[in-house]
């Protein structure tokens, strides 16, 4: 069976442009969490998505946001990037809401803002 | 607040020694989970173990075993006979049933370097 993939790899931009990551989650999981691990750090949590709903949010600005699809894929934007939005973007994808289910995480997509 | 503290920044070995990571937790909730990740150069990151807060029992796997201790808010994590495939980064994280449902608060990681 197919883990979780994530979209595209490697991401090189610009500041105050846009940008949008994706993710599909493992066959069956309708819960998608997204993470972000500046270097040398632990990953943070920034969203969580079940149902196409939000159901959390962590610590971030504005200018993050996301959604989830009826296939329960999902899509993390972030606009007008700033050097401090250079990091892996992880996804992580679980059977459902609860906090003790476990999540199994992608690939991650490596964002480098110059 | 919810914190989860590894100390050890980098730990280097050699083939066959063994290891543990430390991780000390902080949380007001009785009901948490609390899970090991490993992450190999690659980026993503492999599940270990989980272990809720009412189960203490120690558990062993392979060379792999843990150690929880709800006394001192630790769950430390031992590699017997490490060898070259076990250089990674560690990381030690946290589940609480409050708060934002699912997240997983993670520590800053323990770099472990294995040499042959």
């Known amino acids: 069976d197919a883990g979780v993939t994530q979209s595209p790899t490697h991401l090189i931009k610009t500041r105050g442009q846009h940008v949008t990551l994706r993710c599909s989650p493992i066959s069956g999981h309708k819960s998608v969490s997204w993470y972000q691990q500046v270097l040398g750090q632990g990953p943070q949590f920034i969203f969580q998505?079940?149902?196409?709903?939000?159901?959390g949010r962590g610590n971030f600005p504005d200018r993050f946001s996301a959604r989830q699809f009826p296939n329960y894929s999902s899509e993390l934007n972030v606009n007008a990037l700033l050097l401090g939005d250079s990091a892996l973007y992880l996804c992580?994808?679980?059977?459902?809401?609860?906090?003790?289910?476990?999540?199994?995480f992608g690939p991650g997509t490596r964002l480098t803002v110059l | 607040a919810q914190k989860v503290t590894q100390a050890q920044t980098e730990i280097s070995v050699v083939e066959k020694e063994d290891v543990t990571l430390d991780c000390v937790y902080e949380t007001r909730d009785t009901t948490y989970y609390l899970f090991w990740y490993k992450q190999p150069p690659s980026g993503e990151l492999v599940f270990l173990i989980r272990?809720?807060?009412?189960?203490?029992q120690n558990e062993i796997s392979g060379r792999y075993s843990w150690n929880f201790q709800k006394s001192t808010s630790s769950f430390n994590f031992t590699i017997t006979a490490s060898q070259v495939v076990d250089s990674a980064v560690y990381f030690c994280?946290?589940?609480?049933?409050?708060?934002?449902?699912?997240?997983?608060?993670f520590g800053k990681g323990t770099k472990l370097s294995v040499k042959p």
């Open positions: 998505y079940y149902e196409k709903e939000e159901r």
């Open positions: 992580a994808s679980s059977l459902g809401l609860a906090f003790y289910n476990e999540q199994f």
């Open positions: 994280a946290l589940s609480e049933v409050a708060g934002s449902q699912g997240n997983l608060i």
């Open positions: 272990r809720n807060s009412f189960d203490e």
